[in-house]
Nanobody, 129 residues
């Protein structure tokens, strides 16, 4: 059974940092991609970052500020968020989908929410100005 649990959200001042964690179980990371998404009130869910077997990919809005990483031994993917802005305020979710039969080149991943099959419950990130 695939499960994902996010943690690490909270309230931080503008310019501050947070590290989100996504602990996963029920699948082997090398065969799945994991993505981070966020949804602000009244807005659609958007892709923030993703990683599969290669480097991380990022939305333009977070490039240079956010870093995705993984710890295979701990079955955890992290999202380090630096230089946070009030517009980063949202509920952040991690999600996963299998890599097989998705038409992805080796090491790549999707940033679109519709491509993901399993989701965590989300963690709130609030950035005050």
């Amino acid at each position: 059974q695939v499960q994902l649990v996010e943690s690490g959200g909270g309230l931080v001042q503008s310019g501050g940092s947070l590290r989100l964690s996504c602990a996963f179980s029920g699948f082997a990371f090398g065969y799945y991609a994991i993505g981070w998404f966020r949804q602000a009130p009244g807005k659609e869910r958007e892709g923030v970052s993703c990683i599969s077997t290669g480097v991380g990919y990022y939305a333009d809005s977070v490039k240079g500020r956010f870093t995705i990483s993984r710890d295979n031994a701990k079955n955890t993917v992290y999202l380090q968020m630096n230089s946070l802005k009030p517009q980063d305020t949202a509920v952040y979710y991690c999600a996963t989908h299998p890599l097989a039969d998705r038409g992805l080149r080796v090491g790549m991943c999707f940033l679109g929410p519709d491509d993901y099959d399993y989701w965590g419950q989300g963690t709130q990130v609030t950035v005050s100005s």
